[in-house]
Nanobody
Framework: QVQLVESGGGLVQAGGSLRLSCAAS????????MGWFRQAPGKEREFIAR??????????ADSDFVKGRFTISRDTTKNTVYLQMNSLKPEDTAVYYC?????????WGQGTQVTVSS
């Protein structure tokens, strides 16, 4: 059974950094796109970034909140996807979710809370 387990969230002051991890297990992820999403209270879940498992090509949301601050990467030897977040702002407070997608298959992690204090 596929499992995506996020970790690395927590409370950080504005301007700080966090690195989220997503440990993936349960199947081979060749051909998958691994992504990060977030959902703030009262808002819809929004796409942040994704990386192709096999080649490592990255895509980012065409949004100001991502540019220059968030970086996605993956380590296939550890079956882990990362999201490096720098210069965090209070508006980055949300639950961050890992996602694995391939044609008709979509898997989600349980999420990790990130809280940025001002």
């Amino acid at each position: 059974q596929v499992q995506l387990v996020e970790s690395g969230g927590g409370l950080v002051q504005a301007g700080g950094s966090l690195r989220l991890s997503c440990a993936a297990s349960g199947r081979a992820f060749n051909g998958f796109a691994m992504g990060w999403f977030r959902q703030a209270p009262g808002k819809e879940r929004e796409f942040i970034a994704r990386v192709t498992w096999t080649v490592g090509t990255t895509y980012y949301a065409d949004s100001d909140f991502v540019k220059g601050r968030f970086t996605i990467s993956r380590d296939t030897t550890k079956n882990t996807v990362y999201l490096q977040m720098n210069s965090l702002k209070p508006e980055d407070t949300a639950v961050y979710y890992c996602n694995a997608m391939h044609t008709v298959f979509t898997y989600w992690g349980q999420g990790t809370q990130v809280t940025v204090s001002s």
